[in-house]
Each structure stands twice: as structure tokens, then as C-alpha cells.
């Protein structure tokens, strides 16, 4: 696709809109901005460098932006199911990246554990010498990362369902997804809208690339029109009875086993690996591993927790006996779950709010184990999260604001209790993303734990 001299609107300034900006303009296209607030004066001295107009979105000028466009860049979760008109016109971040990205790439998606599985898995590559790039819904926007394509070996990339939903091309050397449980509904209307958008990310790959999904999707892409050599992987030892033509992962018996022409083959012990993440999780990198085949080693255990996975059941510290952990990235129902189960013999008090994005959390409220002794909700939906507690007999209160909840669950918490923060819901009705909310649960940890200090 070529870009020189053609119109192309930016929708939304932010970290996709600014890359697309500085990429774009530095192939002669002509760019002008849409954005619904006032800019800030770096964003506006960032247009002015590269000659880009911005004007104010309103309904009315969203039409005549739409119009006179030849393409149109949007920013991530921007809703364009009302514009299908102008379909012919979107032009993704993903899409331009892989036509100009010549060098292995490696893209993860799914529901929950991207973020953790980008994360160790390139942290994996780089202790085996791997000159790896990390970028996409985990950080720096992918447009970024051509530039220095000529300085590394591959690309690890986490892609969202809202990345994904208007790709007509982009097709990586390996795609790992990781799960599929309902999400972002508000967003895709539907199930099967979230899971068409995930598919994306095999759709177009050719019989050269590779991809590693969960073993639950095998019967639900049987239909579909894919090339790429495929491999699944699936947590139960239930599948181990299965007679697959493709290469199968299961963890079995605390062990990571692959499952091929009737052979089995131990990949690793569980209880080797670093107990940072969750076996799942683990199941997922080593057979991506083993799928490069990139050898494992021992340098895996030297992993720095702390600096890697910063707000996924993030130990912040110990007081008066009393555990508290970060798990603000659980934006979802499974994450919640996962992140409980990880403390079945001591009592936890859960704090959980955030927004449900469409999604009906008292599945959640109802999954969560006897030893969640007592639920805080918090945030826009507190009061409705509260009902449903209340509605299964669920010890609860609610409020307003992170704060007031964490002020309240150190006076439920005893000597050997865990305050769990892991709300099941974005941040966005009280917070500005998942990091700032687990930085303010941090914050208040600290608090307490020097007005503890000051106490004695």
C-alpha cells in the first residue's frame, strides 16, 4: 500500500495516533487529527513538527472527517460499528506494521494472560541472546518498533480484540492465544463478534507460519479457512486420551508434557519453574519454546518478578502479619479467579469494582471459593456488585472509591489474612488505566504500612 501524497485522518491522539502521525507523515502522507478533548501543548507541538491539523470532534464534523479522508486511522477500542460505510477506509496500526515489519514476529492474544506471557516469554529470548522488541497493547505502539527492526532478531507483540477487529492482512510467524472468555461485550455487541475479531490474528497466516491455541477451540475454528500449521495445548490431562494429528501440550501430574505421533515427551517439571506466574501460563511459553525450538534452561529461574510483572499478584508487602497484593490488572472474570485460587488455604478478603464491560460478573460472585471470607466492592458498579453478593448469601459491603474500600478491609483483615486487590472490571470508571489503579493501591500499602511504623 502506498502512502505518499494520500489524505489520511488520525481518529483519537493517543499513543497509536501519535506513532501513526510520525510514521506516516515520514512517508509524504498528508495527516490531520480528530480528537474529542482539548490537546495538551506537547501534542500540539508535536503536530506542528510534522505539519498536521487537528480539529475539534463533534457529531457534526465527524462526517465531513470521514469523508475526506482516502484512509482512516483509529485508535484502539474507538467504536466504528455505527460508520460502516466508511469500512473500505480503516486502515489499522496492525495492518500498516505488517507491511513494513520484515522480521519475525511473534504475536499474542487471547482474554486474559497476554501481558504475562509476552512479558516472560521475551524476557526468555533475551537470556538466550535473542535481540528482542516489545510492543503493542503492552506498551509502545508497534509503528515505533519499525524503525528498529534492523537491530533485532523478532518481535513480540500483545494484540487486544479492539486491535485485531479491523485487520484485513496482517499475518505473524507465530500467534499464540492464549484463551477465549467473554469480554469487552459492551464493545463487540456479541460472543461471537469478540471471537471473529481474535480470529484475525490466524486468518491470514499462510502454510509457512505457525500458531498455538487453546485445544477448546480446535471444533470452533474446524469451519474456518485456516493455512497456518497449527498446535493446541490444553490444561487438563483429560485431553491426553485424544487421538490429534497435531502437536499437543498438556500439563499433567505437575509436569509440562507434549503429545505427538502417539509419543509423549516431558517438556519440564512445574515445581522447576519460577512460581511468578500461574502453571497456565507456563504451559503456554514452554511449548511456544518448544515450538522455536529455543532450549530450556535454567537461566528461567532467574526471572526478576518485581520489574516483569508489576500488577499481576504483585506481592507489596507484610504487615502486622497481614499479605496485601496488587492484581489491578485482573480486568476480567477469569483473571479474579485465577488470581483466588493462588491462596486456597488462607483467608482472603477481595477487593473488587472497576466496570464489567458488558459482561454479567455474578458468575464471578458465585465461582469465588469459601475462603474468600468477604468481598469490598468499590467504584461505579459497587452497589450492583454488592446486590448480587447479597443475593448468594456473600459477606459484602460497598463504597465509592478504592480508598474508602482499602480503609475498610484493614479492619476486616486479621494476622495471617491476604487483601487482594483484583477487581474483575477495568479501571476507567475511577481510574485512568490498570497501572494507575494498582499504583494507588500501593500507595495506600505504603501508608499504612509507615502509620504502622510511626505507631510503635
Same mark, same amino acid.
Given at each position: 500500500?502506498?502512502?505518499?501524497?494520500? +489524505?489520511?485522518?488520525?481518529?483519537?491522539?493517543?499513543?497509536?495516533?501519535?506513532?501513526?502521525?510520525?510514521?506516516?507523515?515520514?512517508?509524504?502522507?498528508?495527516?490531520?487529527?480528530?480528537?474529542?478533548?482539548?490537546?495538551?501543548?506537547?501534542?500540539?507541538?508535536?503536530?506542528?513538527?510534522?505539519?498536521?491539523?487537528?480539529?475539534?470532534?463533534?457529531?457534526?464534523?465527524?462526517?465531513?472527517?470521514?469523508?475526506?479522508?482516502?484512509?482512516?486511522?483509529? $485508535?484502539?477500542?474507538? =467504536?466504528?460499528?455505527?460508520?460502516?460505510?466508511?469500512?473500505?477506509?480503516?486502515?489499522?496500526?496492525? =495492518?500498516?506494521?505488517?507491511?513494513?515489519?520484515?522480521?519475525?514476529?511473534?504475536? @499474542?492474544?487471547?482474554?486474559?494472560?497476554?501481558?504475562?506471557? %509476552?512479558?516472560?516469554?521475551?524476557?526468555?529470548? +533475551?537470556?538466550?541472546?535473542?535481540?528482542?522488541?516489545?510492543?503493542?497493547?503492552?506498551?509502545?505502539?508497534?509503528?515505533?518498533?519499525?524503525?528498529?527492526?534492523?537491530?533485532? =532478531?523478532?518481535? %513480540?507483540? &500483545?494484540?487486544? #480484540?479492539?486491535?485485531?477487529?479491523? #485487520?484485513?492482512?496482517?499475518?505473524?510467524?507465530?500467534?499464540?492465544?492464549?484463551?477465549?472468555?467473554?469480554?469487552?461485550?459492551?464493545?463487540? /455487541?456479541?460472543?461471537?463478534?469478540?471471537?471473529?475479531?481474535?480470529?484475525? #490474528?490466524?486468518?491470514?497466516?499462510?502454510?509457512?507460519?505457525?500458531?498455538?491455541?487453546?485445544? %477448546?477451540?480446535?471444533?470452533?475454528?474446524?469451519?474456518?479457512?485456516?493455512?497456518? $500449521?497449527?498446535?493446541?495445548?490444553?490444561?487438563?490431562?483429560?485431553?491426553?486420551?485424544?487421538?490429534? $494429528?497435531?502437536?499437543?501440550?498438556?500439563?499433567?501430574?505437575?509436569?509440562?508434557?507434549?503429545?505427538?505421533?502417539?509419543?509423549?515427551?516431558?517438556?519440564?517439571?512445574?515445581?522447576?519453574?519460577?512460581?511468578? $506466574?500461574?502453571?497456565?501460563?507456563?504451559?503456554?511459553?514452554?511449548?511456544?519454546?518448544?515450538?522455536?525450538?529455543?532450549?530450556?534452561?535454567?537461566?528461567?529461574?532467574?526471572? =526478576?518478578?518485581?520489574?516483569?510483572?508489576?500488577?499481576?499478584? *504483585?506481592?507489596?508487602?507484610?504487615?502486622?502479619?497481614?499479605?496485601?497484593?496488587?492484581?489491578?490488572?485482573?480486568? @476480567?472474570?477469569?483473571?479474579?479467579?485465577?488470581?483466588?485460587?493462588?491462596?486456597?488455604?488462607?483467608?482472603?478478603?477481595?477487593?473488587? /469494582? !472497576?466496570?464489567?464491560? /458488558?459482561?454479567?460478573?455474578?458468575?464471578?460472585?458465585?465461582?469465588?471459593?469459601?475462603? %474468600?471470607?468477604?468481598?469490598?466492592?468499590?467504584?461505579?458498579?459497587?452497589?450492583?456488585?454488592?446486590?448480587?453478593?447479597?443475593?448468594?448469601?456473600?459477606?459484602?459491603?460497598?463504597?465509592?472509591?478504592?480508598? &474508602?474500600?482499602?480503609?475498610? #478491609?484493614?479492619?476486616?483483615?486479621?494476622? !495471617?489474612?491476604?487483601?487482594?486487590?483484583?477487581?474483575? /472490571?477495568?479501571?476507567?470508571?475511577?481510574?485512568?488505566?490498570?497501572?494507575?489503579? !494498582?499504583?494507588?493501591?500501593? *500507595?495506600?500499602?505504603?501508608?499504612?504500612?509507615?502509620?504502622?511504623?510511626?505507631?510503635?
Amino acid at each position: 500500500m502506498e502512502f505518499k501524497n494520500k +489524505k489520511i485522518g488520525i481518529w483519537g491522539f493517543g499513543a497509536v495516533g501519535k506513532s501513526a502521525i510520525v510514521f506516516l507523515t515520514n512517508l509524504g502522507a498528508t495527516v490531520k487529527v480528530i480528537e474529542k478533548r482539548i490537546l495538551e501543548d506537547e501534542e500540539k507541538k508535536l503536530m506542528d513538527i510534522h505539519s498536521v491539523s487537528y480539529i475539534k470532534q463533534t457529531d457534526e464534523t465527524i462526517k465531513n472527517f470521514l469523508d475526506e479522508h482516502d484512509y482512516i486511522v483509529a $485508535s484502539p477500542g474507538i =467504536d466504528l460499528r455505527q460508520h460502516t460505510d466508511y469500512e473500505h477506509k480503516w486502515l489499522t496500526e496492525l =495492518d500498516i506494521f505488517g507491511q513494513f515489519f520484515q522480521k519475525p514476529t511473534i504475536m @499474542v492474544t487471547g482474554t486474559v494472560g497476554k501481558t504475562s506471557v %509476552v512479558t516472560l516469554l521475551s524476557e526468555i529470548l +533475551k537470556q538466550q541472546g535473542k535481540k528482542v522488541l516489545v510492543g503493542g497493547n503492552i506498551g509502545t505502539p508497534m509503528l515505533d518498533l519499525i524503525a528498529h527492526q534492523d537491530e533485532c =532478531d523478532l518481535a %513480540v507483540i &500483545e494484540l487486544s #480484540s479492539f486491535q485485531l477487529a479491523y #485487520s484485513k492482512s496482517c499475518a505473524s510467524s507465530l500467534t499464540i492465544w492464549t484463551n477465549l472468555y467473554p469480554n469487552h461485550l459492551d464493545w463487540h /455487541g456479541t460472543i461471537k463478534e469478540y471471537m471473529s475479531a481474535k480470529l484475525k #490474528s490466524i486468518r491470514f497466516q499462510c502454510a509457512n507460519k505457525q500458531a498455538l491455541l487453546p485445544l %477448546v477451540l480446535r471444533d470452533f475454528i474446524k469451519d474456518e479457512d485456516i493455512k497456518s $500449521s497449527l498446535s493446541f495445548f490444553s490444561h487438563t490431562a483429560i485431553a491426553h486420551d485424544l487421538k490429534l $494429528s497435531e502437536p499437543l501440550y498438556i500439563l499433567e501430574n505437575n509436569r509440562i508434557i507434549k503429545l505427538l505421533n502417539d509419543q509423549k515427551y516431558e517438556i519440564a517439571q512445574i515445581n522447576s519453574l519460577p512460581s511468578i $506466574s500461574f502453571p497456565q501460563n507456563w504451559l503456554i511459553i514452554l511449548a511456544t519454546l518448544d515450538l522455536l525450538k529455543a532450549p530450556i534452561t535454567s537461566e528461567i529461574n532467574e526471572i =526478576d518478578s518485581k520489574k516483569l510483572l508489576e500488577h499481576r499478584l *504483585e506481592h507489596v508487602g507484610n504487615i502486622n502479619g497481614i499479605d496485601f497484593y496488587n492484581d489491578s490488572k485482573a480486568t @476480567v472474570i477469569q483473571a479474579t479467579l485465577s488470581a483466588v485460587s493462588s491462596f486456597r488455604l488462607r483467608n482472603v478478603i477481595l477487593l473488587l /469494582g !472497576g466496570m464489567s464491560k /458488558g459482561v454479567n460478573r455474578s458468575s464471578l460472585i458465585k465461582d469465588l471459593p469459601a475462603n %474468600v471470607s468477604h468481598i469490598i466492592c468499590f467504584g461505579k458498579e459497587a452497589i450492583e456488585l454488592y446486590k448480587q453478593c447479597a443475593m448468594m448469601n456473600r459477606e459484602a459491603n460497598c463504597f465509592s472509591t478504592l480508598e &474508602e474500600a482499602y480503609e475498610y #478491609s484493614l479492619l476486616k483483615a486479621k494476622k !495471617g489474612d491476604v487483601i487482594l486487590l483484583s477487581p474483575g /472490571g477495568t479501571s476507567y470508571d475511577l481510574f485512568p488505566n490498570y497501572q494507575a489503579r !494498582g499504583k494507588r493501591f500501593k *500507595e495506600l500499602v505504603l501508608k499504612y504500612s509507615q502509620r504502622n511504623k510511626n505507631s510503635k
